[in-house]
């Protein structure tokens, strides 16, 4: 049984950092491509941030990019969201996804392609 546990949210000023990360358990961490969504109150789950399963290719939403990156450590099983410049409108839950993939450079944008998800952490950027 594959569980996901993320983790690392909190409560920052607008300008400050997180990371978050989440754990891959009960399955092969390079079997799998990974992704953050997160969804803020009142509205739909939307896409953060993309990597593929071992060729490290990555894509972000354009609100995200150039402040956040997406990584994965084989070693540790964990992949990570670096969240740098945060703002109030990145507020919101953020959720980690996994699912297998046949391809090694192939990333995942939509929510319905992943199987595995995570529990959700709570990210609040005050300004």
């Known amino acids: 049984q594959v569980h996901l546990a993320d983790a690392g949210g909190g409560l920052v000023q607008a300008g400050a950092s997180l990371r978050l990360s989440c754990a891959l358990s009960g399955g092969y961490f390079n079997g799998y491509a990974m992704g953050w969504f997160r969804q803020a109150p009142g509205k739909e789950r939307t896409f953060v941030a993309a990597?593929?399963?071992?060729?490290?290719?990555?894509v972000y939403a354009d609100s995200v990019k150039g402040r956040f990156t997406i990584s994965k450590n084989a070693a540790e099983n964990t992949a990570y969201l670096q969240m740098n410049s945060l703002k109030p409108e990145d507020t919101g839950v953020y959720y980690c996804?996994?699912?297998?993939?046949?391809?090694?450079?192939?990333?995942?944008?939509?929510?319905?392609?992943?199987?595995?998800w995570g529990q959700g952490t709570q990210v609040s950027v005050s300004s």
């Open positions: 996804a996994g699912r297998t993939s046949q391809r090694n450079n192939v990333y995942y944008t939509k929510p319905e392609s992943y199987t595995y």
């Open positions: 990597i593929s399963r071992t060729s490290g290719d990555t």
